[in-house]
């Protein structure tokens, strides 16, 4: 008999609690790439987030092309070079230590949208809180994250590029709004520690310091 309420057993709600724990930022992607029907598997279960409204306004982009990949990579280099002008002394010369992505070594890149004019979900939801649709297609990215590691696949989200380069690198319609861009491959290692608290950038911190009751 299970001692865990519900549908699940406790040791299910064990196993995802490591789940959660050996989840990953990765990027250092071993090159061998990762089956299609697992990729396949991947957005399957992403798919079954929540959304304002039933919206589901996440929009997936296979980048497979040369093209689009080139420009992806050069933004990046761009707006990490200029990041790192935001820093002085020993931050600056930690931050150039970071490898901050691994799109050179993951056999694949996906960029996620979020659809700002779908009408699916007719609104609910969203006139008091706009921004709800771009939280649903977090939350896809939240749970794809977790299920692309379930099955042994390391994800790394980057942020360090121009939003329009990439939309316009990629053709996509003018209402679509880059959410994430992620690398997905074979991690070349694993752990349960935050690659920037290993290199000694940002360690996690003390979770009741966030937790207030009113
Ligand atoms: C919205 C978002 C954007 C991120 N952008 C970057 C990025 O551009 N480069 C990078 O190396 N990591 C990026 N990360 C990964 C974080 O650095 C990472 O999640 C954090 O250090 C905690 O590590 P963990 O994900 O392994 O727990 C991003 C994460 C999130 C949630």
Redesign the pocket.
């Given at each position: 008999m299970s001692d865990v309420q519900g549908h699940f057993g406790s040791a299910f709600v064990a196993e995802f609690d490591e789940l959660l724990r050996w989840?990953?930022?990765?990027?250092h992607f071993r090159t061998d790439p990762v089956d299609d029907a697992v990729v396949a598997d991947i957005l399957r279960s992403a798919e079954l987030s929540p959304s304002v409204g039933n919206s589901q306004p996440w929009r997936w982009v296979d980048v497979r092309s040369a093209a689009p990949r080139a420009v992806v990579k050069q933004t990046f280099a761009r707006c990490n070079a200029d990041a790192l002008q935001g820093y002085r002394g020993e931050r600056a010369q930690k931050y150039l230590s970071?490898?901050?992505?691994g799109l050179d070594q993951a056999p694949i890149h996906l960029a996620v949208f979020c659809e700002g004019g779908t009408a699916q979900g007719h609104g609910l939801g969203r006139q008091t809180m706009p921004e709800t649709l771009a939280y649903s297609v977090?939350t896809a990215?939240g749970s794809l994250?977790l299920a692309a590691r379930a099955r042994g696949v390391g994800v790394?989200?980057?942020?360090?590029?121009e939003p329009d380069d990439v939309c316009a690198a990629l053709d996509v319609p003018d209402d679509w709004l880059l959410v994430?861009y992620l690398c997905l491959g074979y991690p070349v290692e694993e752990t349960s520690?935050?690659?920037?608290?290993r290199e000694g950038?940002?360690a996690?911190t003390d979770p009741r310091a966030r937790y207030l009751v009113r």
């Open positions: 989840r990953r930022d990765v990027r970071l490898k901050l992505a977090v990215v994250w790394g989200w980057i942020s360090i590029m994430a520690t935050p690659e920037l608290e950038w940002q996690r």
